[in-house]
């Protein structure tokens, strides 16, 4: 780790709430998004802190919900997809999806398209909006950028967001900082400290949401190295609370 100060594990399990990002931060950043690799032991490390925690971990991630939920199945945690446009509270409950615009046909056609013409380009449908992955084809950003740049244009109830080589477009009234806001705002994580990990520039508006309620944002690098680097933090915890459960 590095030296970002981290609050004491039995400090952080009697008052914090556990917000992580999903790829670049539990996963390694992958060639395609299928192809991410998920640590067995992950799922259940997230179970048991899900416990300890009183349910207050939750996902927040461009994903859609169900591409987390296959990725750690069989646990489901609360989750806040797709950037907060799809929230799940609890995990055990239904997505509540946010009253915003989708984008236009024309431009899903248009962007796929374009990552068709691109050998190892990748178009990812979203419920209202879409990806183009270039991690295959880092050559072909500048093109996109233009190309989504010229279409958002057109309407500024969207927005064009960088990834790691991929370029986003989704709707403005959602992002991750809105969605952490409102999953602190309801059981079982009011009333706690809220603690996000995030890897990238996606994850700055729940970075700064989280600092702003009294609690921290931590970036990966500075904060854990890696994802690696996360995962044993995770699972140090994991293993506190095992023992404070025992005594």
């Given at each position: 780790?590095?030296?970002?100060t981290?609050p004491?594990?039995?400090?952080?399990?009697?008052?914090?709430?556990l917000?992580?990002?999903?790829?670049?931060?539990?996963?390694?950043?992958?060639?395609t998004?299928?192809?991410?690799?998920?640590?067995?032991?992950?799922?259940?490390?997230?179970?048991?802190?899900?416990?300890?925690?009183?349910?207050?971990?939750?996902?927040?991630?461009?994903?859609?919900?169900?591409?987390?939920?296959?990725?750690?199945a069989?646990?489901?945690?609360?989750?806040?997809?797709e950037?907060?446009?799809?929230l799940?509270?609890?995990?055990?409950g239904?997505?509540?999806h946010?009253?915003?615009?989708?984008?236009?046909?024309?431009?899903?056609?248009?962007?796929?398209?374009?990552?068709?013409?691109?050998?190892?380009?990748?178009?990812?449908?979203?419920?209202?909006?879409?990806?183009?992955?270039?991690?295959?084809?880092?050559?072909?950003?500048?093109?996109?950028?233009?190309?989504l740049?010229?279409?958002?244009?057109?309407?500024?109830r969207?927005?064009?967001?960088?990834?790691?080589?991929?370029?986003e477009?989704?709707?403005?009234?959602?992002?991750?900082?809105?969605?952490?806001?409102?999953?602190?705002?309801?059981?079982?994580?009011?009333?706690?400290?809220?603690?996000?990990?995030?890897?990238?520039?996606?994850?700055?508006?729940?970075?700064a949401a989280?600092?702003?309620?009294?609690?921290?944002?931590?970036?990966?690098g500075?904060?854990?190295?890696?994802?690696?680097?996360?995962?044993?933090?995770l699972?140090?915890?994991?293993?506190?609370?095992?023992?404070?459960?025992?005594?």
């Amino acid at each position: 780790m590095t030296g970002t100060t981290l609050p004491a594990p039995g400090e952080l399990l009697r008052r914090f709430a556990l917000f992580l990002d999903f790829d670049g931060t539990l996963v390694e950043i992958a060639p395609t998004p299928d192809a991410v690799r998920v640590d067995p032991a992950l799922p259940a490390i997230l179970s048991s802190l899900h416990g300890r925690l009183g349910g207050a971990v939750a996902l927040i991630s461009g994903r859609p919900l169900d591409a987390l939920d296959a990725f750690l199945a069989p646990v489901r945690l609360p989750a806040a997809a797709e950037h907060g446009v799809a929230l799940r509270r609890h995990g055990d409950g239904q997505p509540e999806h946010a009253d915003v615009p989708s984008v236009p046909d024309a431009w899903r056609a248009q962007a796929e398209a374009l990552a068709s013409r691109v050998p190892g380009a990748i178009y990812e449908p979203k419920r209202h909006g879409f990806a183009l992955h270039a991690r295959r084809a880092p050559a072909a950003m500048p093109t996109f950028e233009a190309a989504l740049r010229a279409m958002i244009a057109q309407d500024g109830r969207f927005l064009l967001l960088p990834a790691h080589m991929a370029w986003e477009v989704k709707p403005q009234a959602a992002d991750k900082g809105t969605a952490l806001r409102a999953l602190m705002a309801c059981a079982p994580f009011r009333g706690r400290t809220p603690l996000f990990v995030g890897d990238d520039v996606t994850d700055e508006a729940a970075i700064a949401a989280a600092a702003a309620l009294g609690g921290m944002g931590l970036r990966v690098g500075e904060a854990f190295g890696d994802p690696a680097g996360v995962r044993a933090w995770l699972a140090g915890l994991a293993e506190e609370a095992g023992g404070a459960a025992a005594a």
